[in-house]
């Protein structure tokens, strides 16, 4: 069956770097698009992010552009959010998601938490 | 504020039948983008309810539909049950933004 199993809770301080990690499997990793979705406290989903897993393409929620970068490694079928510069109010838990926008998103990581505090 | 209207809090009775609306506008429902809904109990991942307007994934009980007309659309549940109790996103694509985007979400209180 399709997992996504992401990397462990995270504690940052505002200005450091932070990379979360999934790693997929039951399916063919390059034949299926990969995006990213936050959740802050007490707020609805964000969509952060897509890449491509065909060609490594992406695009990215334009409050983020020069902030977040989506990578995946074929070889380890695992994709990789890297998120700099933290403030406070990118505090949420991070989920990777299986498919695109037109496709929805069919299967979902278990979520990492990411807090940033001084 | 969202791209997506959605109603924050809709609730009924067990048994009841609820709708939960999704309204967007020309460059993303309104324009043919498909509308897709999750389901989200805290501290879980959120699944996949309804995708392509109105298909539902293998596993999803046929209480749970999908429409769409216009520059809106509606999640309807019957047979309304506790389990159901959760919170609800629409999700679709919008051209001038170039993005996916999500509605703010409905919390559903089974009463």
């Known amino acids: 069956q399709v997992q996504m199993v992401q990397s462990g809770p995270e504690v940052k301080k505002p200005g450091a770097s932070v990379r979360v990690s999934c790693k997929a499997s039951g399916y063919t990793f390059n034949t299926y698009d990969i995006s990213w979705v936050r959740q802050a406290p007490g707020q609805g989903l964000e969509w952060m992010g897509w890449?491509?897993?065909?060609?490594?393409?992406?695009n990215y929620a334009q409050k983020l552009q020069g902030r977040v970068t989506l990578t995946t490694d074929t070889s380890t079928t695992t994709a990789y959010m890297d998120l700099r510069s933290l403030r406070s109010d990118d505090t949420a838990v991070y989920y990777c998601?299986?498919?695109?926008?037109?496709?929805?998103?069919?299967?979902w990581g278990q979520g990492t938490l990411v807090i940033v505090s001084s | 504020q969202s791209v997506l209207t959605q109603p924050p809090l809709v609730s009924g009775a067990p048994g009841q039948r609820v709708t939960i609306s999704c309204t967007g506008s020309?460059?993303?429902?309104?324009?043919?983008?498909?509308v897709h809904w999750y389901q989200h109990l805290p501290g879980s991942a959120p699944k996949l309810l309804i995708y392509g307007d109105s298909n539902r994934p293998s596993g999803v009980p046929d209480r749970f539909s999908g429409s769409k007309s216009g520059t809106s659309a509606s999640l309807a549940i019957t047979g309304l049950q506790a389990e159901d109790e959760s919170d609800y996103y629409c999700q679709s694509y919008d051209s001038s933004l170039g993005a996916s985007v999500f509605g703010g979400g409905t919390k559903l209180t089974v009463l």
């Open positions: 998601a299986r498919g695109g926008a037109s496709t929805g998103y069919d299967a």
């Open positions: 020309s460059s993303n429902v309104g324009a043919g983008y498909d």
């Open positions: 890449i491509s897993g065909r060609n490594g393409n992406t």
